[in-house]
């Protein structure tokens, strides 16, 4: 509680500063990592970019690990304190982020500055990169992107343009990164397929590991989806000791769209329906919930088919409806007739239009 409360006053008091600060200038958080050998930082920018057009979200926000090696003076012990005042800077190729503030018990806050390198911004123009702004700048210095980077790029084929420069920061994507992927069975990659590999964080052991499960010749933009949608290993593992073998890479992406678990499967068959993969991706899709059916089963409408409970879900004939139905003097109306009612409109003759 009294780190807590350490850490609350402390933003508060830099939040005060920052209000009036330029947009190099801004608020810093961070905890430090569970093996103790890295900061999770959360850096926090006014809204001068966003006055300019540029919009909110990465802008104003931006969280990223740094390794305690990678800053002068800050010490584990720092960190670690019950109390400590900091100040410890980070320099990167794109510029130095310099920060003040104070930790307790591995959390701390306070202000930072951001002075962008004017070298950096000269080499990137004689590589025809020119105009970056402030926030891409940052992103630049805590991704520690390097010019160098570009021409490896360019060596391996790709001809990146401004925009893509950032995606290639702010997704980590260079040559080593393009080069693994390649032995991995996935050359010649655009650069939008790097950024989606990227971001659904495929690598070795998600490749070899869907690999082991039987899926062997998925393309890329298919694996990129699978990844990205969180269709794991793990998940495809967890789904098999469920009771679903064989799951082609469509029905195991399907099940993943309906948010389907193998709690959800038990609570399923505890009800009485023993589904295949196309059943319960119907069920999570259209959000035939366990607990709906407990609700009709309460309500009289027991031993409905999956179809049927399909069926009613598309065209809204939910327990809220009948009840709805029911206080109108309608009790006890069949599914089949409750679902035409629906499509046809003339429920509202029978409900007054609510």
């Known amino acids: 509680m009294k780190t807590a409360l350490l850490i609350l006053l402390a933003v508060a008091i830099c939040f005060t500063v920052y209000a009036a600060s330029d947009s190099r200038n801004g608020v810093w958080t961070a905890e430090l990592n569970t093996d103790g050998s890295a900061l999770q930082v959360t850096l926090f920018r006014g809204n001068h970019d966003s006055e300019r057009g540029l919009g909110r979200g990465m802008n104003n926000v931006m969280g990223f690990e740094l390794s305690l090696g990678s800053l002068t003076g800050l010490t584990a012990a720092d960190i670690k304190s019950t109390a400590a005042n900091v100040q410890f800077s980070m320099s990167r190729p794109a510029g130095k982020i310099s920060f003040e503030g ?52 360019r060596a391996l084929g790709y001809q990146p343009t401004q925009k893509e420069i950032i995606e290639a920061a ?54 990129a989806n699978l990844a ?80 049927q409970l399909v069926e009613m879900r598309i065209f809204g004939v939910t327990p809220d409806y009948i009840r709805k139905v029911e206080a109108n003097g309608y009790k006890g109306v069949p599914v089949e007739k409750l679902i035409k009612l629906r499509m046809s409109g003339a429920d509202e003759l029978m409900t007054g239009g609510k």
């Open 102 to 153: 104070r930790f307790s018990d591995g959390n701390g806050a306070g202000n930072f500055k951001f002075a962008p390198s004017d070298a950096f911004v000269r080499e990137m123009a004689t590589l025809g990169y020119t105009g970056f702004k402030d926030d891409e700048l940052l992103v630049f210095a805590t991704t520690d992107f390097t010019p160098q980077t570009v021409r490896d790029l």
């Open 170 to 223: 702010i997704f980590r994507i260079d040559a080593n990164a393009i080069r693994e992927l390649a032995r991995l069975g996935y050359p010649n990659l655009t650069f939008r397929e790097l950024v989606n590999f990227r971001v659904g964080n495929v690598n070795a052991a998600f490749v070899n590991g869907m690999r082991e499960l039987g899926y062997t010749d998925i393309s890329a933009h298919k694996l």
């Open 228 to 307: 990205i949608l969180g269709v794991t290993p793990a998940y495809v593992r967890e789904l098999r000791a469920a009771g679903l073998k064989d799951l082609s890479a469509h029905e195991a992406e399907q099940l993943r769209i309906g948010n389907i678990t193998p709690a959800k499967i038990t609570e399923y068959k505890r009800l009485g329906y023993t589904l295949d993969a196309h059943e319960l991706s119907e069920f999570g899709i259209q959000g035939v919930t366990p607990k709906t059916i407990e609700e009709l089963n309460a309500m009289g409408y027991g031993h409905l088919t999956a179809h």
